[in-house]
Every structure is written in C-alpha cells, then in structure tokens.
C-alpha cells in the first residue's frame, strides 16, 4: 500500500484546514486507514481512522466535535477535515493502513506515508 498525504499548512487559530491522504495497491488484508499526528518532542497520537469502504470511523478525544475523517472511494482518498483548530494541533500529520479499523496503537500500522506539516498561530 502507498499512502501519499497533502494539504498542509500554517493557519490561524479557530481556522479550517483539509488534509488528504492518496492510497493506491491495497492488499487483502488492509482494511483500516487512518490519521496519527506527531507534535515536536512528543509521541506520536491516533486522530481517527476509518474503513476501507469508509463506512465505519473512530475518533480520539482531541478531535471529537471539531475533526471529521472521510473517504473518497472513487478517488481511494481518505480525509481529515479540522475546524476550530487551536495551537496544540500543531504537528506533522501521517496517514497510515493497515488490517485494523479504528486502532490508536500505531503499531497496528502496516504502511505510513511522509506526513503533512499544520501549523497552527495563536
């Protein structure tokens, strides 16, 4: 599976930003796709994730409300729509596949694309 992310960028707090994640050569046994960021020093955090077939998704609790993860199935093109951001959003943004849906363990993560930098000003 490669995962091409995009959509970056700097923005002002309380602003909007979509970023997009490209998926091509799925296998069989990919079945979850999802959205981690990681923050300067710290770990790396699951956002959301969602199904293939986009059908089902999953939310953790920085995001809820104000984030929303979606797929474009005739495009193979997961994304991660994020309102009212605010300074602690900042990070690098990676999408990731693998057999899971949902997961927030990023070891459950067969394949990883380059990631997309957000930064948001107070």
């Known amino acids: 599976v490669q995962l091409q992310a995009s959509g970056g960028g700097l923005v002002q707090a309380g602003d909007s930003l979509r970023v997009s994640c490209a998926a091509s050569g799925r296998t069989f046994s990919t079945d979850g796709l999802a959205w981690f960021r990681q923050a300067p020093g710290k770990e790396r955090e699951f956002v959301a994730g969602?199904?293939?077939?986009?059908?089902?998704?999953v939310y953790a609790d920085s995001g809820k409300g104000r984030f929303t993860v979606s797929k474009e199935n005739a495009k193979n093109t997961m994304y991660l729509q994020m309102n009212s951001l605010k300074p602690e959003d900042t990070a690098v943004y990676y999408c990731?596949?693998?057999?899971?849906?949902?997961?927030?363990?990023?070891?459950?993560?067969?394949?990883w694309g380059q990631g997309t930098q957000v930064t948001v000003s107070s």
């Open positions: 969602i199904s293939w077939s986009g059908t089902s998704t």
């Open positions: 990731a596949a693998g057999r899971y849906i949902g997961s927030s363990r990023s070891n459950a993560y067969d394949y």
